[in-house]
């Protein structure tokens, strides 16, 4: 098992930039396909970004395209999320997920195909 903590939330406006980063412990971290989600209120949680556990493999809603950038560093066990451009429909609670090794390897976009989670983080932008 393998345990997620988010950090690096807060408030920001309209077209400014944040980089949330994710912490894992439990299990070697590289074997891992991470991916980044989020949820606004009174919606369901959205697919923002994934990536292979080599590092070499992304892919990203369309709605963040060219604008966040998910990266991770198998040697500190960290996974990030460079976020530029912000909007206010960028926010919600920001979580980290991690595939299960036992599952077939691709990069899904689904929550349900995600078996480890953070707690979340918040990011607010302000019009």
């Known amino acids: 098992q393998v345990q997620l903590v988010e950090s690096g939330g807060g408030l920001v406006q309209a077209g400014g930039s944040l980089r949330l980063s994710c912490a894992a412990s439990?299990?070697?971290?590289?074997?891992?396909?991470m991916a980044w989600f989020r949820q606004a209120p009174e919606k369901e949680r959205e697919f923002v970004a994934a990536?292979?556990?080599?590092?070499?493999?992304?892919t990203y809603a369309d709605s963040v395209k060219g604008r966040f950038t998910i990266s991770r560093d198998n040697f500190k066990n960290a996974l990030y999320l460079q976020m530029m451009s912000l909007k206010p429909e960028d926010t919600g609670v920001y979580y980290c997920?991690?595939?299960?090794?036992?599952?077939?390897?691709?990069?899904?976009?689904?929550?349900?195909?995600?078996?480890?989670w953070g707690q979340g983080t918040q990011v607010t932008v302000s019009s």
């Open positions: 997920a991690a595939r299960g090794v036992y599952r077939i390897i691709e990069l899904t976009t689904t929550p349900s195909s995600y078996d480890y």
């Open positions: 439990g299990r070697t971290f590289s074997p891992y396909i």
């Open positions: 990536m292979s556990g080599g590092g070499g493999v992304t």
